[in-house]
């Protein structure tokens, strides 16, 4: 019999969160070069702030997390509670939406100019979907970061 201890489990999902931050290193110096300024070590705690903050919009899969630190690292750290940045709020806290339909609507709003005043989708929403439809590659949000370029 397997058994698993807690301390485990922990070191685990450690290594997982670890592993999700060095994509979002070499990603985050691809999609928004001015990141490498910040120095690794910087650059690892702000991800993990932002981590922080996404999980309080209950934004918790790998590809809606790339897009919410995407827009974070555009518009700055904590830019949900920036006056100027109401909009963004109003999107996050969109009722009866899902993170990944909310999260998404969020980046358009920032990296793609066309869907700037474009509403949240109405409709079945991503967030329904089982874990292995999602994506979880960073490679894949470099793939929909450049599509918008």
Known sequence: MLIIHAEQVVALARAEVNGFEDRMVLHLA??????????????RAQIQQGLERAARWGIAREYDLALYLQVMFAL??????????????TLLDAAGRGASSRVDALHDRVFDPEHADAPIKDGEDD??????????DASATSARTSAQD
């Open 127 to 136: 967030d329904e979907l089982p874990d292995s439809a999602e994506t979880s």
């Open 30 to 43: 691809e999609v928004i070069p001015e990141t490498t300024g910040l120095g690794e070590a910087e650059l």
């Open 76 to 89: 700055g750290p904590g830019f949900e509670e920036a006056p100027s940045y109401a909009w963004a709020r």
